[in-house]
């Protein structure tokens, strides 16, 4: 399993970024991928995460109404458009998918023990 992201850059608040997570191998036969984020000093956080079976999606409640997980097939991609970014949305983006999870474990204290494939993360910057 191979996850790949992209999409990161700098932009002012208020703008949009998308990112996009390339998913090879396996992990289309799992339950689930989740997009997260570390900022600097602060643990890593589940931002979004998606049901690959029926695309039913779940959000951490500071991005609501902001972001989208969305699946393209065609692409083999999971993207994440996040829209009227603020400056504390500002970090390292990450995707990751596991063969035992589904979205309710994105929100997990300790991410690394239920999430074992990651992307190598995408910096997000959001600053005036």
């Known amino acids: 399993v191979q996850l790949q992201a992209s999409g990161g850059g700098s932009v002012q608040p208020g703008g949009s970024l998308r990112l996009s997570c390339a998913a090879s191998?396996?992990?289309?036969?799992?339950?689930?991928i989740g997009w997260f984020r570390q900022a600097p000093g602060k643990e890593r956080e589940g931002v979004a995460c998606?049901?690959?079976?029926?695309?039913?999606?779940d959000y951490t409640d500071s991005v609501k109404g902001r972001f989208t997980i969305s699946r393209d097939n065609a692409k083999n991609t999971v993207d994440l458009q996040m829209n009227s970014l603020k400056p504390e949305d500002t970090a390292i983006y990450y995707c990751?998918?596991?063969?035992?999870?589904?979205?309710?474990?994105?929100?997990?204290?300790?991410?690394?023990?239920?999430?074992?494939?990651w992307g190598q993360g995408t910096q997000v910057t959001v600053s005036s």
């Open positions: 191998g396996a992990a289309w036969d799992y339950h689930a």
């Open positions: 998606i049901h690959l079976d029926n695309d039913s999606t």
């Open positions: 990751a998918t596991d063969p035992g999870v589904h979205c309710g474990y994105f929100r997990a204290s300790n991410l690394a023990l239920y999430w074992d494939y």
